[in-house]
């Protein structure tokens, strides 16, 4: 089953990646991305744009991506196994039809949804089969990682 964005946070992890070094880095990511496209670090790579749960301003964040079916794309909120969900998912729960993805020189328009029970586990399987480094973040932390679905939105 897929849909509802329900994951609470956790009691135990890593220390989200914060401050003025990551913003920068995250610049450099986004124009490597936007500029070259395709990998960054040998992964996957896209440019997720939401929109603020409470400032409703614009927000762009690189995250790593892996094929899904039907040509979706689907995204890990795993924080590097912080106990607490990225802010981009929050921004994605809160306005999941108002997303927008850039990679290899376009810009789309998707729909999010989260990824739940048999739908999750055959994701999780095949995520960590090509990153390993997921299922690390998943033991430091004691919340369920959320894989979300980005579908092209039609119109």
């Known amino acids: 089953m897929s849909g509802s964005f329900d994951n609470p946070a956790g009691s135990r992890g890593t220390r989200q990646p914060a401050g003025r070094v990551l913003r920068w880095l995250n610049k450099m990511m986004m124009s490597w991305i936007r500029r070259r496209g395709g990998t960054f670090m040998g992964m996957n790579a896209l440019v997720l744009t939401t929109i ?3 400032s409703g301003v614009e927000r762009a964040t690189p995250v790593g991506w892996f094929p899904g079916e039907d040509g979706s794309w689907l995204i890990v909120a795993s924080a590097a196994g912080a106990p607490k969900n990225p802010a981009w998912y929050h921004n994605i729960a809160a306005h999941p039809d108002k997303v927008r993805i ?3 020189g376009r810009t789309v328009a998707v729909i999010a ?4 029970g048999p739908e999750r586990e055959r ?3 095949q995520i960590t089969a090509a990153a ?3 299922a ?3 033991q430091k932390t004691d919340r369920e990682l959320p894989i979300i679905r980005l579908v092209r939105r039609s119109g």
Not at 113 to 116: F, I, K, R
């Open 136 to 138: 690390q973040y998943e």
């Open 132 to 134: 390993p480094r997921f």
């Open 52 to 54: 603020g749960r409470k």
């Open 102 to 104: 850039e990679l290899a």
């Open 113 to 116: 949804e989260q990824l739940h």
């Open 123 to 125: 994701a999780w399987r």
